[in-house]
């Protein structure tokens, strides 16, 4: 295995810790981390249905939190790991935000814009792309969302039964 390979899957490992804390809070498990010179500077988590937010994504979050701990907007020297390629509200955060490189963990078919609906980050009509690296620890990415939806749809199913056993009050 490669050296880059072993820090990217390192760091994936990070993100899929952040997609943990997401899955414990019910959420969509989504994880990032921000990396500058070997240091994560930024976490983030989905956290959308929690904080009623629709800007409650990963990515946003640790952005934020990386941006605050070097004092610019600019993350020039970072390299962002996710677990679930970026919806378009984050990949235009991402260039926004200058970020060099953006490591993937699994694709998202049905709204992805790191390269499967759409590739916002690789664009060239925009004045700023990031390198994209796909497939990083690809199935433990993809098996914590299919575990997570699974569960969902049995939650939603039992929920839906009992409703339908529950005595009337008339």
């Known amino acids: ?3 880059v390979k072993n820090i990217q899957e390192k760091y994936m490992k990070e993100a899929l810790k952040q997609a943990g804390k997401a899955y414990a809070l019910g959420e969509v498990p989504i994880g990032c981390v921000i990396v500058c010179q070997g240091k994560i500077i930024g976490r983030g988590y ?4 929690t904080d009623k937010n629709t800007l409650a994504h990963a990515e946003l979050t640790a952005i ?3 941006s605050r701990k070097i004092g610019d ?3 020039e020297e970072c390299t962002l ?17 200058r970020i060099p490189e953006v490591v993937i963990g699994c694709m998202n078919p049905k709204a992805g814009c790191g390269g ?8 060239p009509q925009f004045n700023h792309q990031a390198a994209v690296t796909r497939g990083v620890l690809e199935q433990e990415c993809s098996d914590l969302l299919k575990r ?9 199913r ?3 039964e009992a409703g339908r056993q529950a005595p009337s009050e008339f």
């Open 1 to 3: 295995m490669t050296a």
């Open 116 to 123: 499967s609906i759409l590739n916002i980050l690789e664009m």
């Open 46 to 49: 989905n956290r959308r249905n």
């Open 81 to 97: 790991y996710v677990t679930l390629e970026p919806c378009q509200m984050c990949s235009g955060a991402i260039i926004q935000a």
């Open 73 to 75: 907007w600019r993350l």
């Open 148 to 156: 997570f939806f699974t569960e969902l749809r049995q939650r939603n």
């Open 158 to 160: 039992a929920q839906k």
């Open 64 to 66: 934020n939190k990386a």
